[in-house]
């Protein structure tokens, strides 16, 4: 298996603009989860999917923050307007039912807001 | 509130033993992970203690106490390679992930 993909692995934006982040799972996982990775918060759980529904979005820092998962595989992460605290890596992880304590993470999208 | 605390940085010599702590307080628990990740890459998962006790993976062992709300990840033989951050995080509620804000480990040769 591919393992988790993501794009784009980098982005650079100006402030204001719409940024839409990419995730393909693991083909057969259940579960997917957004992630945001800062040096100041750590990383930290935006909102997760189980079969293509949206569980839990707490983590979603505000509005401007979207999630969909229209099929078991692919979902997007959606920015809009985009600012610069966004800046961060947001990286995308699946796993399997009775086991998504061991998350595949994928290689992370590096966002960087001007 | 919940947290997770760890070390912020840890040093130690190639072929020594190191144990990096983890304490949390979180309002569910179900288990504890570790997750490795290397400057620029993705974290990759180590281990998962939701029981009491030592769990061992070659090099790489994990403890865990529930009374103590404490766990850590023991590492072995070290190896350069082993350069990295760790993190712990804890299963706290339905698919629900806290992580710790990671202990980089520095192995000097």
């Known amino acids: 298996d591919a393992g988790v993909i993501q794009s784009p692995r980098h982005e650079v934006t100006e402030m204001g603009q719409e940024v839409t982040l990419r995730c393909k799972p693991i083909s057969g996982h259940d579960y997917l989860f957004w992630y945001r990775q800062t040096m100041m918060r750590g990383l930290e759980l935006l909102i997760y999917?189980?079969?293509?529904?949206?569980?839990?979005d707490s983590g979603m820092p505000e509005d401007r923050f979207s999630a969909k998962m229209p099929n078991a595989s692919f979902s997007t992460l959606k920015i809009q307007p985009s600012e610069p605290r966004d800046s961060a890596v947001y990286f995308c992880?699946?796993?399997?039912?009775?086991?998504?304590?061991?998350?595949?993470f994928g290689p992370g999208t590096r966002l960087t807001v001007t | 509130g919940q947290s997770l605390e760890q070390p912020s940085e840890v040093t130690a010599v190639e072929g020594a033993i190191v144990q990096i702590n983890c304490t949390y307080q979180?309002?569910?628990?179900?288990?504890l992970s570790w997750y490795q990740q290397h400057d620029g890459g993705a974290p990759t998962f180590l281990s998962y203690n939701a029981l009491d006790g030592l769990e061992e993976t070659g090099r790489f062992s994990s403890f865990l106490s529930r009374s103590d709300s404490y766990g850590y990840l023991l590492l072995q033989e070290l190896q350069m390679k082993d350069s990295a951050s760790y993190f712990c995080?804890?299963?706290?509620?339905?698919?629900?992930?806290?992580f710790g804000t990671g202990t980089r480990l520095k192995v000097l040769a």
């Open positions: 992880a699946s796993s399997h039912e009775g086991s998504s304590y061991e998350q595949y």
């Open positions: 979180t309002s569910g628990f179900y288990g």
């Open positions: 999917f189980n079969n293509n529904v949206p569980i839990d």
């Open positions: 995080a804890v299963h706290s509620g339905t698919y629900k992930y806290i």
